[in-house]
């Protein structure tokens, strides 16, 4: 099991390059499942803007799976090698992923050896607890199961600075998870 996790993913060059430096193959040649955030519409992962933003990463269209949370049936037992889920609101994000019945999925996927890339409420996600992010991402659904996916043995705070220094703190001391701090330009390349 293969985790990245970072705050800007492929919009900052430092975390691209951790991403592109641990995947199992070229990126040119990594077969991706794309989970987009909760502002995604069935209008755009039916169009193009997806896949173009893929292929601005590196990835080939022809590779690229974009996940449609409306139609989950259709992504499940892929030959894939990567699965991304960027950043956005951490909780609308993770609702959605519940609501069609694809976290199992996604757990599935990283434990038979795909490697999972979060890059802000993608790294949240993977984690055991998301309580704290509601500092930072209005909780709009009204999530009230916290538990992430589990896949990251701890809890992040992405997008760390002096602002997030006391939650930090607080999270470290009492929190029952181990606390990361994960500037915009810091990675964590997780492996089980």
Do not use: W
């Not at 951790?18 to 040649?29: E, G, R």
């Not at 930090?168 to 009492?174: I, T, V």
């Amino acid at each position: 099991m293969k985790l990245i996790l970072s705050s800007c993913d492929f919009r900052n060059e430092k975390s691209q390059q951790v991403i592109v430096d641990n995947l199992p193959y070229p990126i040119d040649k990594c077969r991706l499942l794309f989970i987009p955030n909760e502002k995604a519409t069935e209008e755009a992962i039916s169009s193009d803007v997806y896949y173009d933003r893929m292929q601005e990463f590196g990835f080939v269209k022809e590779n690229v799976y974009v996940f449609d949370h409306n139609n989950p049936d259709k992504f499940r037992n892929l030959d894939i090698d990567v699965l991304y889920i960027s950043g956005g609101n951490t909780f609308g994000t993770l609702d959605k992923i519940r609501k069609c019945g694809f976290e199992k999925d996604i757990i599935d996927y990283v434990k038979s050896g795909v490697v999972y890339i979060g890059g802000s409420a993608g790294a949240h996600i993977a984690s055991k607890n998301i309580k704290h992010v509601e500092n930072y991402d209005e909780n709009t659904v009204g999530l009230t199961y916290y538990s992430g996916l589990g896949l990251f043995d701890g809890v992040l705070i992405c997008h760390y600075a002096d602002s997030r220094k006391y939650d930090f703190e607080q999270l470290s001391q009492h929190s029952e998870f181990k606390a990361y701090a994960l500037t915009d330009e810091d990675s964590i390349v997780y492996e089980e």
